[in-house]
């Protein structure tokens, strides 16, 4: 059974290789985030590849191959890291510190440099005995590897955190545009590890097996998701971008003190926006953007975000979907479309999809859609 899912594994660090080499010639989507996912699944097809190898004791008849893929680990988490960022900025710009972040990788080959120059014999030797008890060097770069790929998964969700709270200043919909999914594999990620300790108190060897193409369809299936993540701020101006990246609403004040705006024009621009809101029904645009709303009343985005944020406590998305939800509410208790169904009056309200319209209406209502139909 163990030596079957090494086959297995090494296949998928096959399609893995092959997948990454794919990915470095496309031409279409996010190229810049293309390369990180190549990347990543590069050094991870490697170091399963490597991981199998070892297992079938291959590592002995050719010594060489030995821990040849460990260094490429390090390069899990900064791909993460970038990728996300790729995906965030409008443009990535490339920073000299940023080349930092493969310190621990290139430290790392430094670190097996003394095993990588042995002699074929010396080389045998060492991993005979390693099946036995894992030589220190091993270990220390095992938990080094470990804790390094934890901080880059910290900050991308951190990094992922920040962007959802940005992307609700600029958008109604977040259909195509929140990274939340890359958080769900982490955590698919973490609930595989969880499970591989537990079966290893049973099985090593099936914990080991389990763990390896468990962990391998989680990067092949969020790296296909990642092909299908469109770009973000591909219709809005770099200045807006950089404009709309508030801090959260509780500094909001600090931010916009030197705006220029005072308290009786922002409530002048309230008004103009809740009468616009009233008789011309903006909302109803399942697409509509900050800048949209703002080019309709006459006003910069920053000022529109400021008086939203500062005086509506409300981010644009929460804003605009607040009024669909209670056209929705006002639709569904009318007579005349009691032959519609709660997804169609939620389409004529503004939204786009039924998962989102469930989420922002249990958000604003604290109950279903349909609880709220039927009570």
């Known amino acids: 059974m163990h030596e079957a899912a090494c086959y297995l594994i090494l296949i998928s660090a096959a399609q893995g290789i092959f997948f990454s080499l794919v990915l470095l010639g496309l031409s279409s989507g996010n190229r810049v985030a293309n390369r990180w996912l190549a990347m990543i699944t590069f050094a991870f097809a490697l170091n399963m590849a490597g991981t199998a190898l070892y297992d079938l004791h291959v590592v002995l008849r050719f010594p060489h191959l030995g821990l040849l893929g460990t260094p490429f680990a390090m390069l899990i988490g900064p791909g993460f890291y970038f990728m996300t960022k790729s ?11 940023h080349w930092l972040c493969f310190l621990p990788f290139l430290l790392n080959i430094l670190y097996f440099i003394p095993f990588y120059t042995l002699s074929t014999a010396e080389k045998i030797l060492v991993l005979q005995e390693s099946y036995i008890e894992k030589p220190d060097f091993w270990v220390h770069s095992f938990l080094c590897n470990i804790f390094v790929n934890f901080i880059f998964i910290v900050l991308t969700i951190a990094l992922i955190l920040k962007h959802e709270r940005h992307i609700e200043q600029v958008y109604s919909n977040l259909e195509q545009k929140s990274l939340r999914w890359i958080m769900m594999f982490f955590g698919a990620g973490v609930l595989t590890f969880v ?19 468990t962990f391998s369809a989680v ?20 200045e807006i971008v950089e ?4 801090p959260a609403l509780i500094k909001a004040p600090i931010k916009y003190e030197k705006s220029g705006l005072t308290e009786q024009k922002a409530l002048h621009l309230l008004e103009k926006l809740e009468q616009s809101m009233r008789k011309e029904k903006l909302y109803l645009q399942p697409e509509l953007t900050c800048l949209q709303l703002a080019d309709h009343l006459g006003i910069k985005t920053h000022i529109l975000s400021q008086v939203l944020n500062q005086y509506k406590r409300e981010n644009f998305f929460d804003y605009i979907n607040r009024h669909r939800v209670e056209h929705f509410k ?17 389409f004529e309200s503004g939204f786009n999809s039924k998962a989102a319209f469930n989420a ?15 009570a």
């Open 87 to 97: 995906f965030t900025n409008k443009p990535f710009h490339w920073r000299w510190w």
């Open 360 to 374: 922002v209406f249990k958000k604003i209502t604290g109950i279903t859609p349909s609880n709220y139909r039927n």
């Open 330 to 346: 006002q639709a569904v208790m009318d007579p005349a479309n009691a032959h519609l169904s709660i997804l169609a009056i939620a």
């Open 219 to 238: 990067i092949y299936v969020m790296g296909y998701r990642s092909l299908k993540q469109a770009e973000i701020f591909t219709n809005i101006p770099q």
């Open 243 to 246: 404009e709309s990246d508030q």
């Open 195 to 213: 499970v591989c300790i537990m079966l290893s108190f049973y099985d090593m060897g099936f914990a080991d097996s389990f763990s390896n193409l």
